[in-house]
């Protein structure tokens, strides 16, 4: 099984600043990574596929990158609404995993 | 737009049996893939069931084979799961999720959830 492990855990940031996440894998998924956005008491959101693309409607400011066992999510000037929970995902091998999680919150 | 509505969840006790059911709408059924993906309240997310746009494969998470059954009825957009000899770590919500295609396993839309609680 293939484990992703997001640092950091949690982030306190202030409004436009910029955020950055990262997700390690324990083996080489090439570019199978994908990053969600879970806001309290709702469904998670796709923001990110295959790493570095942008899901439709996502704002500009999120952005990610990397491949093979390092990847990063950047928020880019955040906002308010920003805040949340943001996980990664890999769908390269079964079981498809998940990271822990990286709850963001705005000072 | 796309719109994915569990229903089915409950309270049951350890070793009974619960079957969820997924109502599609907004999107072409019958052409993606569905997954089952469950979080314990307050926990992270854990992919539980896929199965493929005609049924033909399913896969399932390693804590769940065996005991959980994925199904699809493509006529009436309906993705189910049968889960039996439930223990109380599946204690969760349980999320329907739209695959973004045939099988990418990428998660592109989500229904509400469904809370499914194993206690005696």
């Known amino acids: 099984e293939i484990v992703l492990t997001q640092s950091p855990d949690f982030q306190s940031v202030t409004p436009k600043e910029k955020v950055t996440i990262t997700c390690r894998a324990s083996?080489?998924?090439?570019?199978?990574l994908h990053w969600y956005q879970q806001k309290p008491d709702q469904p998670p959101k796709l923001l990110i596929k295959?790493?570095?693309q942008s899901f439709s409607g996502v704002p500009s400011r999120f952005s990610g990158s990397g491949s093979g066992t390092d990847f990063t999510l950047t928020i880019y000037s955040l906002e308010a609404e920003d805040a949340a929970t943001y996980y990664c995902?890999?769908?390269?091998?079964?079981?498809?995993?998940f990271g822990q999680g990286t709850k963001v919150e705005i000072k | 737009q796309v719109q994915l509505v569990e229903s089915g969840g409950g309270v049951v006790q350890p070793g009974g049996s619960l079957r969820l059911s997924c109502a599609a709408s907004?999107?072409?059924?019958?052409?993606?893939?569905m997954h089952w993906v469950r979080q314990a309240p307050g926990k992270g997310l854990e992919w539980v069931a896929f199965?493929?746009?005609?049924?033909?494969?399913?896969f399932y998470v390693n804590s769940v084979r065996g005991r959980f059954t994925i199904s699809r009825d493509n006529p009436k957009n309906t993705l189910s799961l049968q889960m039996n000899s439930l223990r109380p770590e599946d204690t969760a919500f349980y999320y329907c999720?739209?695959?973004?295609?045939?099988?990418?396993?990428?998660?592109?839309?989500w229904g509400q959830g469904t809370l499914v609680t194993v206690s005696s």
């Open positions: 907004g999107f072409t059924f019958s052409t993606h893939g």
């Open positions: 995902h890999q769908s390269t091998n079964s079981p498809w995993t």
């Open positions: 199965i493929r746009y005609d049924g033909s494969e399913k």
């Open positions: 295959y790493a570095s």
């Open positions: 999720a739209k695959d973004l295609g045939a099988a990418n396993i990428i998660f592109d839309s």
């Open positions: 083996q080489s998924i090439g570019n199978g």
